[in-house]
Nanobody
Framework: QVQLVESGGGLVQAGGSLRLSCAASGRSASNIIAMGWYRQAPGKQRELVAGFSSDGSTNYAESVKGRFTISRDNAKRTVDLTMDSLKPEDTAVYSC??????????????WGQGTQVTVSS
């Protein structure tokens, strides 16, 4: 099992910046193959914001490219999301996700508790 603890988030004015951090721990943390950040705004489906794939490549939602940067520290098992030039439409609950290999060709998704990001206009 993987536990994910998030920090950061809060209220910021449009054009401002925030940094989210996610730390993974637990018995299966060493089996994590991918990590990323998702968000869900009221009335909308959850979407991938940015993440590291199993091959180490990064993926970004089109809406955040050029504004958000995802980074990681493999030794500390953390993944951070730096969000610049924030817009009101970035307002959402942001959740950290980790996918770990559990053996036998099976994978497990773990989620953090979510952190609110609110961007005022």
């Amino acid at each position: 099992q993987v536990q994910l603890v998030e920090s950061g988030g809060g209220l910021v004015q449009a054009g401002g910046s925030l940094r989210l951090s996610c730390a993974a721990s637990g018995r299966s943390a060493s089996n994590i193959i991918a990590m990323g950040w998702y968000r869900q705004a009221p009335g909308k489906q959850r979407e991938l914001v940015a993440g590291f794939s199993s091959d180490g490549s990064t993926n970004y939602a089109e809406s955040v490219k050029g504004r958000f940067t995802i980074s990681r520290d493999n030794a500390k098992r953390t993944v951070d999301l730096t969000m610049d030039s924030l817009k009101p439409e970035d307002t959402a609950v942001y959740s950290c996700n980790a996918r770990s290999y559990t053996g036998g060709g099976l994978y497990e998704d773990s989620w953090g508790q979510g952190t609110q990001v609110t961007v005022s206009s």
